[in-house]
């Protein structure tokens, strides 16, 4: 039985920039390193929260794989204007606050590499509401 999403995984450019952002301006917790058997670390595991982890690997080019959909990942955040406001002290490019078609508040803001990340802060309006433990 699948119990949750576990990880999300980003190839990087550069892995000591990536680690800072979600270290440094996201506020997640360094895991482990994944490191080769020179001792070079290649790879690390970020905690998110709960269950949840990013997961980086350096990569000499980074492209999404042929015919990826991939679009986003969504951040839960217990409250959007302190968050985004924080961000933005911490030197992070966040967009403005809007109020999505879910009913739920959202920003955007991209990683080192571009990869988009949002920001979602549940209303008891959001669509999601009935499904939230």
Same mark, same amino acid.
């Given at each position: 039985?699948?119990?949750?999403?576990? !990880?999300? &995984?980003?190839? #990087?450019? +550069?892995? $000591?920039?990536?680690? @800072?952002?979600? =270290?440094?301006?996201?506020?997640?917790?360094?895991?482990?390193?994944?490191?080769?058997?020179?001792?070079?670390?290649?790879?690390?595991?970020?905690?998110?929260?709960?269950?949840?982890?990013?997961?980086?690997?350096?990569?000499?080019?980074?492209?999404?794989?042929?015919?990826?959909?991939?679009? !986003?990942? &969504?951040?839960? #955040?217990? +409250?959007? $204007?302190?968050?985004? @406001?924080?961000? =933005?002290?911490?030197?992070?490019?966040?967009?403005?606050?809007?109020?999505?078609?879910?009913?739920?508040?959202?920003?955007?803001?991209?990683?080192?590499?571009?990869?988009?990340?949002?920001?979602?802060?549940?209303?008891?309006?959001?669509?999601?509401?009935?499904?939230?433990?």
């Amino acid at each position: 039985m699948i119990k949750g999403l576990a !990880h999300v &995984c980003f190839t #990087v450019r +550069d892995l $000591e920039a990536s680690i @800072a952002f979600y =270290r440094d301006k996201l506020g997640f917790t360094p895991a482990f390193d994944f490191v080769d058997d020179a001792g070079r670390r290649f790879g690390a595991y970020l905690h998110v929260g709960g269950r949840a982890f990013i997961e980086l690997f350096r990569a000499e080019k980074v492209q999404p794989a042929q015919g990826q959909s991939y679009q !986003h990942i &969504c951040l839960e #955040v217990d +409250d959007i $204007e302190t968050t985004v @406001a924080e961000l =933005r002290r911490g030197g992070v490019d966040v967009g403005e606050i809007t109020l999505g078609g879910d009913n739920s508040w959202q920003a955007w803001l991209e990683d080192p590499d571009g990869n988009k990340i949002e920001l979602h802060c549940y209303t008891p309006e959001s669509k999601q509401t009935p499904w939230l433990a």
